[in-house]
């Protein structure tokens, strides 16, 4: 106790030292602590499971490049090495009736063995489902969805069909995030259901090598038996893996995370904590650069290794101590800006939290208590104490460390700044069809849900005269509208694309990859594609689901990898057709004739190439849920509006929802806008506790030369003469950590953009401002000291120094 009242009083005695090292420390230890907490949830997702290690799903892999989760015929549940399994089968936008209101849902329809697998916690009434119409909810759906209504448990709702189901139980929310995300649990022994191929999750036996038995299971066989050459294979997919799997479509029953996302996370966390851990460093040895006489005196009145060091240490664990308090504050006052603007969203884990405080505690004053102390240590006391009026006392080693986060502020300035400048490259790039003033939207909407599909006769015979008068009175009211310069009935392309594989005129040729479409004429014309060969589509000629429905349109880069010489004599094989009809054999399935090469264009994210693509004809008149349209730049708040009393017309809804051409090619880069905000965030936080630590060393450089300044204007020095003196050295210490921070950010870039297809380009600029910005910086932080020191009275300084 005395040892540590000891070090207190110590600190407080160099009360600015003291505050700016353990401040920028805080400041530095929110950022890492944020991250990593964010790192450490999305590295433990589905940990709730007590058996994730050994539980699988059964992955269905298509040889267009498709991949699923499946396991429906396909035995694998039933392999020796397989201890259980469980069937599920996800159900999405569910419109169920509560009564008063109508709610969309994601619910996972399950069997009996489901829970033993994945197991959750009861939050209210029952966790099983024993007859066909019971229900279990989560909590989040009870207390967002149904507005947290008291005693859930015996409410009753009705899906589109009008089965009515009751609420049996509310689950608890999952100690550890998860892959899925279901709204509640419904019985897998619903007739609507019956039609539904499940999904399969097993658990392996301890000791199983999946390796080994995938290699069993991957022998190619048809799809279907009217598969002409399209294969598939199943395979045994860790759950440990599906969460960064990036195969699967986007569902709204699951969510996947990013690993490039966490890498960049994983290097933002290292440089901002090494920047802390110098500054805190630098800073407390000039702290004891002030002491050092202090710790002569100890040494020649007989203090050793072991008293110094338990000094040093509790000093540095006593300022690690009151950063981590204050570490604490600023993340749950800054919770709402990472999660809101960052989208770094953390669940509390209080486990993780104490052991990561401990060692902060602990172990980091290890690590900052060891070059104190070494330096401290290897010299005698009648030198330790000659140091305190040397003017260049530990010189070299602030400003080593002050070069290093320079580097690192200035690495992480220019690297924001190309993020930012490649960001915008990409979003105004030219994509090759019309990318502004589009809007698509819904005019009808199937309230059964994507499983909830089988009605009684009488039913579907009404539904459909309300769909062929929704399809008629939309298409009059769209037809006579001079509001719109094009429409259709066709989705925008950004999402219609999707993978399969055709070759040159015959299978034997072998099959390439491609991405696959179908559009009308209108749709064609509404995003203005650029006909360069041949014709574009026309109703009065081309069919669809008939034998003369084998046409197809490609772009430049699908005539390029398929070596078309001639489209009036080579033809495309593909690898399975994409429709299937009574007027065609099932079977049937010929090379396919080429009318037409389009202009590249681009639908997937500009890191790409334009890729190899079919566009097939499509018959506008089989459309009957979206409209896409185009309009005057002013007229946009016109065109919603009459789409929005188009819809409430046609649906009798009034829950209409529209997208915009510019808004979906924005969210095509989300990730990259989120890297750009983390970097340009945490550069500025960079340059914060850079500037702390400049301060701080700053202060006591400035003031080790008072006496030298009063000697300097006592021979004629004038202001003039005094501000390139103290300067110099700073410049020289940013001008050598330019020259390191230069190539090491260059590489960095040209590293990052190696699998770039469009890449922006890397100007002189970028780094001009980088170290222009850091050079400002720090002059500004330091002016105010030159200034006092350049007008410093000499006759007070060589009076008291």
């Known amino acids: 106790m005395k040892q540590i009242l000891l070090s207190i009083r110590m600190l407080l005695r160099f009360k600015v030292y003291t505050f700016v090292n353990f401040i920028g420390l805080a400041i530095s230890l929110a950022c890492v602590f944020t991250i990593t907490r964010y790192i450490h949830q999305e590295n433990t997702v589905d940990h709730c499971y007590p058996e994730y290690k050994r539980i699988y799903f059964i992955e269905r892999s298509i040889s267009d490049g498709t991949k699923e989760l499946s396991g429906y015929q396909s035995d694998l549940e039933k392999d020796p090495a397989v201890e259980r399994y469980a069937s599920f089968t996800p159900c999405t936008d569910l419109v169920m009736d509560f009564g008063k209101q109508e709610i969309t849902v994601n619910a996972l329809s399950i069997d009996s063995t489901f829970f033993s697998i994945f197991p959750y916690s009861i939050y209210m009434g029952s966790g099983k489902i024993k007859r066909p119409n019971d229900a279990l909810i989560t909590k989040e759906f009870w207390l967002h969805s149904l507005n947290g209504v008291p005693n859930p448990i015996g409410v009753t709702f009705k899906n589109s069909v009008g089965r009515k189901f009751r609420i049996v139980g509310v689950l608890d929310t999952q100690e550890t995030k998860t892959s899925w995300l279901p709204d509640m649990f419904l019985s897998d022994e619903l007739e609507e259901l019956w039609f539904s191929n499940p999904n399969y999750a097993v658990v392996m036996t301890p000791g199983t090598d999946i390796a080994k038995l995938n290699e069993k299971y991957n022998k190619e066989q048809p799809r279907d038996e009217w598969s002409t050459f399209q294969t598939m294979h199943y395979q045994y997919l860790p759950l440990t893996d599906y969460y960064y799997t990036t195969s699967h479509e986007k569902s709204a029953l699951s969510q996947h995370g990013n690993k490039d996302y966490i890498r960049v996370l994983w290097i933002v966390a290292f440089l901002v904590g090494i920047i802390g851990i110098l500054n805190f460093t630098n800073i407390y040895t000039v702290i004891m650069s002030k002491r050092a006489r202090e710790f002569g005196i100890k040494k020649v009145y007989g203090a050793g ?3 110094i060091f338990l000094q040093i240490y509790i000093e540095n664990m006593l300022l690690s101590g009151a950063a981590l308090f204050i570490c604490w504050l600023i993340i749950e006052i800054t919770r709402h800006l990472f999660y809101n603007e960052m989208y770094i969203p953390t669940n509390s884990n209080l486990k993780f939290d104490l052991n990561i405080s401990l060692l902060i505690l602990f172990v980091l004053p290890l690590l900052t208590t060891f070059y104190p102390f070494i330096k401290f240590t290897h010299n ?14 530990s010189v070299r080693s602030r400003m080593l460390f002050l070069g290093f986060q320079y580097v690192i502020t200035i690495y992480m300035i220019v690297m924001s700044l190309f993020f930012v400048r490649q960001l915008e490259y990409m979003l105004h790039s030219d994509l090759g069809f019309r990318t502004h003033d589009v809007i698509e939207c819904k005019m009808y909407v199937f309230k059964g849900g994507s499983s909830f599909h089988e009605k009684e006769k009488e039913d579907l015979l009404k539904e459909g005269k309300i769909q062929q008068a929704n399809k008629e009175l939309v298409n009059k009211r769209m037809s006579e509208s001079t509001l719109f310069t094009h429409w259709s009935r066709i989705p925008m392309p950004l999402h219609q694309f999707k993978p399969s594989r055709y070759a040159l005129n015959r299978a034997e040729n072998g099959f390439k990859p491609v991405l696959r479409a179908r559009m009308s004429p209108r749709s064609m014309e ?13 109703d009065s000629i081309d069919e669809m689901f008939t034998k003369n429905s084998f046409k197809c349109i490609i772009n430049e880069s699908a005539k390029k990898v398929f070596g078309i010489k001639d489209i009036t004599r080579d033809k495309l094989q593909g690898e399975d057709k994409s429709w299937a009809s009574s007027n065609v054999p099932s079977e049937y399935n010929p090379p396919v004739e080429i009318v037409g090469v389009i202009k590249d264009f681009n639908v997937k994210h500009l890191s790409q190439s334009a890729a190899p693509m079919i566009i097939e004809y499509f018959d506008e008149k089989y459309e009957l849920i979206t409209v896409t349209a185009s309009y005057p730049h002013e007229r946009r708040a016109e065109a919603i509006d009459f789409l929005r009393k188009l819809y409430e017309e046609a649906t009798g809804s009034t829950d209409f929802e529209y997208k915009l051409i510019e808004d979906e090619i924005a969210s095509m880069y989300n990730e990259d806008r989120r890297v750009v905000d983390i970097y340009s965030l945490f550069a500025k936080v960079a340059i914060l506790i850079s500037s ?22 006592v021979n004629g020095a004038q202001g003039k003469n005094i501000y390139p003196l103290l300067i110099k050295k700073y410049l020289s210490v940013l001008g050598i950590a330019s020259l390191i921070a230069i190539p090491l950010s260059s590489g960095a870039i040209i590293l990052y953009l190696e699998d770039f297809a469009h890449k922006a ?19 500004l932080t330091i002016i105010w000291q030159i200034y006092k020191a350049a007008n410093v009275n000499p006759a007070e300084v060589i009076k008291y120094e």
């Open 380 to 393: 005698t006391p009648v030198s330790s104490m000659r140091e305190l009026s040397s003017t260049h006392f």
């Open 305 to 307: 290794r072991k008293e």
């Open 761 to 779: 380009p890397i100007t002189p600029d970028l780094f001009i401002i980088g170290i222009g910005a850091t050079a400002l910086i720090s002059l």
């Open 692 to 713: 702390l630590g400049l301060l701080a060393i700053s202060l006591f450089d400035i003031r080790q030369r008072y006496r030298e300044i009063g000697l300097r204007k």
């Open 526 to 538: 509404l995003f203005e594609f650029q006909l360069l060969k041949g014709r574009l589509w026309n």
